[in-house]
């Protein structure tokens, strides 16, 4: 990894996936050189707060203060208010900790005081001492509707509550059509100091498209000189962790990397595409979308894994920004040279 070179990346992140990899960006860029975009969709009110859990999963993974074993949530957990609450008879369906409770109650206060989402996230970050920025994919709400055999479920009912038990159908984001893409995060597509835009290994229905569905964020990442670079959430036929191969396989997909694949570059999304050493045999038919690849390990389980895996999408990446010079009709900067 050539760390002369400043190389500004901003990663698309949603769930548990997303965040190891930003994990392994953080450490393997200067802070300031990374730009975590959060998928918003996932977030609910809740007991009278506002929960953000793919903006918590990554700040508590970025402060080294994640739950290991749930993937969120806070380590070191207790549960004393949870406890009290059910003896109230409260919902406790959805389990708040009490350090995790302090993130809910502090955010819900930045707003209930009239600052935007991006500046509560922003003080968060500050006080756990985050160095990347962390943004929300947008100011205003998007609710991620699942439709499924049995009806609509809001997202945490269909992600928690019913543990992901119904068949899916098909997807709708509330809010879509008036949400306006964070500005940062849309004008650092567009600038020419991004040297890298990476899709992180999330659930590409529930955590990715939702970003995607912005308005001009396709077309900004169609139109960027940065190339743009998936790692796919499917291993060998799997999901690491969460729905997205059950999903795949409800809407009648191949649940594979290439059909990840095949899901960004129908809208010509692509510049790059990462997957790991059991679907290697899959490179072929994803090169054939015109989709240059890179197979290697993919599963992050160590602090290690995450930062190789870093490494290797960036460097992967930036040995692509000169075509993408061509995707964009003009000639490659020299900033890859
Ligand atoms: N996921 C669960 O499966 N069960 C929970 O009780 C739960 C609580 C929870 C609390 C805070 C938070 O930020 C996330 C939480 N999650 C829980 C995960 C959450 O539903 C998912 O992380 C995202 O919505 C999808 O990535």
Known sequence: MNEALPIHCVALSGGVGGAK???????VLPGDALTVVCNTADD??????????????????????SNRVTGWGQAHETWSFLEALSHLGGETWFRLGDRDLATHVERSRWLRAG???????????????????????????????VLTETGELSF?????RDACEPAVSGFRFDGIDT???????????????????LVCPSNPFVSVDPVLALDGVEEALRRAAAPVVAVSPIIGGAAIKGPAAKMMAELGMPVTAAGVARHYQERDLLDGFVIDDADAG????????????LVTGTVMETLADRE??????????????????????????????
Do not use: N
């Open 282 to 293: 899959q490179a072929a038919e994803i090169e054939d979308l015109g989709v240059p690849t």
């Open 308 to 337: 190789r895996l870093a490494g290797e999408t960036m460097d992967f990446a930036r040995g692509l920004g000169a075509r993408c010079g061509d995707r964009a009709g003009t000639s490659p900067p020299e900033r890859f040279a």
């Open 21 to 27: 990899l930003a994990l392994g960006l953080s450490r």
């Open 156 to 160: 945490q009912h269909y992600f928690v």
């Open 44 to 65: 609910f009110d809740h007991l009278g707060l506002r929960i953000c859990p793919d903006l918590d999963t990554v700040m508590y993974t970025l402060a080294g203060i």
């Open 115 to 145: 600052e935007t989402l991006t500046e509560a996230t922003d003080a968060l970050c500050r006080a756990l001492g985050i160095a990347a920025r962390v943004l929300p994919m947008s100011d205003d709400p998007v609710r991620t509707i």
């Open 179 to 197: 949400a306006r893409p964070q500005a940062a995060f849309l004008s650092a597509l567009e600038d020419q100091a991004t040297r890298a835009i």
